[in-house]
């Protein structure tokens, strides 16, 4: 359970502090209010790393860190100083953002290992908080993209990217506009999901240097943003309504396809908000061991993620950046896959199901990666960053040439897309808070219609046979299948 302090300041102030455990162990502890805007907490996480040029793929992990206070009003965002001076850690970068939404931890020294247990101080900027409020930190483990050029497109999979009409892969070289055309500069699709006009300069290609979640939003985290929503809120982005009985799965009259969400508490219209936990096991005991906390989140559509990411202050990804994630500066392989070949390995015998150790059996050789994908295993997805551990390669975990896992299979990662629509999208990064509707409201963004978002990378009922292959780096065969449905096997990710 959280802890609960009350310190006196000018009033009364609640402090809530959040322990997150995810795919390397991030936790979060001993948070405390300092007189009169700066918050302290112990951090560690597991398996960390900060490369040098010399030492490929040359780019860090780190920590996005936000907050968030809780009035009679709800819960909202706590606005951080831009200022790197303001925040204090001994043996942790802090790395700020203009906006003041939240900021990144990275370890200071070049190497790789465990960070163990070290204290930050951050200071706020939102206006003098008087009165009692609750406060909470969050962290959601991040890899560092840095800017360079990069290829788009393996010449060989389905609705693949290319260069003009010459069906080789396409070289990103800056922001700039790109122009769509049939000469040796253009970049066209192979049939109709080709790019719907010039690609502006605006328009996030993957070029610049960006953060990436390292791993899909797990159901924790799915859990911890549905309990700093209202009751309408709620309402938005589960399937039963949040005044279904206690135990009610949020997203199906049983538990579907290894999502074990559920209603802990009741809540009730125009009051109260429901109470969500993971319940995995569906027994009386909710947030067990057991309970899946650490499960890749599925069930989600792109108004649930759009949501997420406003939230938290990220922004959704391009199908651009999406592919600069997976393969780095590496020319394309013919139907590779996030780990950087085309052989693969079916992630099917479960070892501690529903743990944060959860694992699987299989252990690929040779050239070949490991990922869930196909009906041969569980019906469902598998724990973030299942296959990682501090001796795994990359192909052994499954990982993108960034770090980044599960980018083939597991779940689909929803993307702006290169159509009409999509091609308004600017990089806005989210505000932190929603309106009451619950639903995203960033400029440029996806509607509630979804038109301008699309899929990339399998799940893990997706299979690979010949061409057909929805794991593979550049394969698009469902880039215009509208994600308004909340299907099984969709999930997502950020960026920032």
């Known amino acids: 359970m959280p802890r609960l302090i009350k310190l006196l300041l000018i009033a009364f102030i609640s402090i809530w502090g959040i ?67 303001d925040h204090q850690s001994d043996s942790l970068t802090v790395e700020t953002v203009t906006d003041g939404k939240g900021v990144f931890l990275k370890r200071k020294s070049k190497g790789g290992g465990n960070i163990i247990s070290t204290n930050v101080t951050l200071n706020w900027t939102t206006t003098a908080l008087l009165g009692t409020y609750d406060f909470k930190v969050f962290g959601i483990e991040m890899v560092w993209v840095p800017q360079g050029s990069f290829y788009i497109g393996d010449g060989a999979s389905y609705n693949t990217l290319t260069r003009g009409d010459k069906m080789v892969p396409y070289k990103i070289g800056s922001e700039s506009e790109i122009k769509i055309g049939e000469d040796s500069l253009s970049l066209l699709d192979t049939g109709a999901n080709a790019p719907a006009a010039n690609i502006p300069a605006v328009f996030p290609k993957g070029y610049n240097g960006f953060y990436c979640m390292k791993y899909e939003i797990t159901q924790e985290q799915y859990v911890d943003f549905l309990n700093c929503l209202s009751f309408q809120q709620q309402a938005s982005h ?118 944060d150790q959860e694992h699987v059996k299989e252990n690929p050789g040779g050239d070949t990666g490991l990922a869930s994908y196909g009906y041969a295993g569980p019906q469902g997805p598998l724990r973030a960053g299942f296959a990682a551990n501090g001796t795994s390669t990359r192909l052994k975990a499954g990982a993108s040439y960034y770090g980044a896992m599960e980018m083939s299979g597991d779940l689909w990662e929803l993307c702006i897309v290169l159509s009409k629509t999509g091609l308004n999208y600017s990089g806005i990064t989210g505000s932190g808070d929603l309106p009451d509707s619950g639903y995203a409201n960033m400029p440029g963004w996806p509607g509630n219609d ?9 799940g893990w009922n997706s299979g690979i046979s010949g061409q057909f292959r929805d794991l593979a780096v550049s394969d698009r065969f ?19």
């Not at 109260?272 to 906390?293: E, H, K, R, T």
């Not at 215009?480 to 969709?490: E, F, G, V």
Request: with cysteine; glycine share 8%; proline share 5%.
């Open 19 to 85: 322990t997150e455990s995810l795919g390397n162990n991030l936790q979060i502890t001993n948070l405390q209010v300092i007189p009169y805007h700066k918050l302290s907490f112990n951090i560690s996480w597991e398996n960390s790393w900060n490369l040098d040029s010399i030492n490929k793929p040359d780019n860090h992990d780190a920590v996005w860190i936000f907050l968030k206070y809780h009035d009679n009003s709800g819960w909202h965002h706590l606005e951080l100083s831009p200022n790197a001076a």
């Open 238 to 355: 589960v399937t039963i309504p949040p005044d279904a009985a206690p135990g009610s799965f949020a997203f199906g009259a049983s538990m579907l396809n290894r999502n074990g969400i559920v209603i802990e508490t009741s809540g009730k219209a125009g009051f109260l908000p429901a109470v969500f936990a993971c319940n995995a096991s569906n027994n009386s005991v909710y947030n067990d061991a057991i309970d899946g906390q650490n499960r890749a989140c599925n069930f989600l559509n792109w108004n649930d993620l759009g949501a997420y990411l406003q939230w938290v202050a990220l922004r959704p990804m391009t199908e651009l950046e999406f592919e600069k994630i997976c393969r780095g500066p590496n020319k394309p392989v013919k139907q590779e896959f996030a780990w950087g070949t085309a052989l693969f390995l079916d992630a099917n015998t479960l070892l501690n199901d529903g743990t």
């Open 450 to 458: 979804a038109i301008g978002a699309g899929q990339r990378g399998g």
């Open 478 to 496: 469902y880039i215009t299948l509208i994600p308004t449905q909340r299907r099984n096997t969709t999930g997502g990710r950020g960026v920032r």
